[in-house]
């Protein structure tokens, strides 16, 4: 088998095992991609104080997140068409998740469904929720999240209209994938996927189709969804589903301070710095350049977590460091699942979880707990 060592390997991996389409479609940004790049790039800014001779023995990355206890404070964050990427893709990760005692997060543009997933798994999973036009619709998916005993919803804000990704256009991303001749000419270069496709009747959007009312065709991703999102999206829906809801609610997609406290007067139990992974308003700054500055509006009144261009374990403890309760990775579990399917993503949470643990003991720490800003030089 392959040698492993690091997330950079998983992608590699990954992108000579999954379809272009879909591999695209993970590892894209919007426009430019500038603020995909910057995600990762602006990680490698901050520099750790180097530590020596301080008791490193019996060390601890045990936290919370949202009140749910954790193994380390990283969490699987909501990503669309998971199962494209590997077939029955969400039930993996949430089986590899579940075992590492770390929170899977399923999305509303998910392929397994909400029972799926729950037929599947032990533990609670959390459920993301993008707001669409059809109410009705909302409410049965926060319906169908309580009867699948989902322990948190997860509210993304910051999908109110879609930013374009060149790829995805050019590549007419669809799930099913249509069966144009380069497609197929490409998806019969990538032999155990389509096995895997072909063992599971799981291949379209498996929350949605059948489910709410004006789906006719999703045969072109970016136009359906901007057809169903709703632009009028306000902070009275949030409210709104807070009460329909009644459990612990995560805000997603937060980078301005001002609606930070917004997030905060809301009642929200966590907020999640994010910019949807460099995949909606390019130009905008990193999560990490933008975390302190949120953290300094609103953090002594929400718990304050961050995604967008963590790779590595030294990712978590810096992001950990300036602030944030629990960090959520995207792509590097998706390039783990294309690259091994669950074993890749047991194997992506293994290389954090090391990387994390011995970080920390050369910034001199042994409980991810008493981690701060004190660890990085200023
Ligand atoms: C996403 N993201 C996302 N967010 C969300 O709330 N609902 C969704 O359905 C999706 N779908 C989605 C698909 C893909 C392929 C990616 C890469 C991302 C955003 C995601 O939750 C998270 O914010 C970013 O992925 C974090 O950045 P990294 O870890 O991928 O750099």
Known sequence: MTLITC????????????????????????????????????????????????DMNNRSLRSTMAGQEVSMPVAIAPTGLTGMQHADGEILAARAAEKFGIPF??????????????????????????????RDFIERLIERARAARCSA???TLDLQVLGQRHKDLRNGL?????????????????????LGM???????????????????????????????????????DVEWIKQRWGGKLIIKGIMDAEDARLAANSGADALIVSNHGGRQLDG?????????????????????HMDGGVRSGQDVLRAVALGARGVYIGRPFLYGLGALGEAGVTRCLEII???LDITMAFCGKRD???????????
């Open 353 to 355: 979880r090391n990387e």
């Open 198 to 236: 072909l063992g599971t009747r799981r291949r379209s959007f498996g929350n949605i189709v059948g489910h709410a009312k004006s789906v006719s065709d999703m045969s072109s991703l970016s136009s359906w969804t901007s057809q169903q999102f709703d632009p009028g999206l306000s902070w009275n």
């Open 7 to 54: 997330i950079e390997d998983l992608r590699l991996l990954a992108k000579r095992r999954v379809p272009r389409m879909f591999y695209d479609y993970a590892d894209s940004g919007s426009w430019t991609e500038s603020t995909y790049r910057a995600n990762e790039e602006d990680f490698g800014k901050l520099k750790f104080r180097q530590r020596v001779a301080v």
């Open 105 to 134: 997060t399923l999305s509303t543009m998910s392929i397994c469904s909400i029972e799926d997933v729950a037929a599947h798994t032990s533990k609670p999973f959390w459920f993301q929720l993008y707001v669409m036009k059809d």
């Open 153 to 155: 919803l997860v509210l």
């Open 174 to 194: 669809s799930a099913p994938p249509r069966l144009t001749l380069a497609n197929l000419l490409n998806m019969a270069s990538k032999p155990r996927w389509c």
């Open 284 to 304: 905008a700054p990193s999560s990490i350049a933008a975390l302190p500055g949120i953290v300094e509006a609103a953090g002594k009144d929400i718990e304050i």
């Open 368 to 378: 991810i707990q008493h981690v701060s800003r004190e660890i990085l030089l200023p």
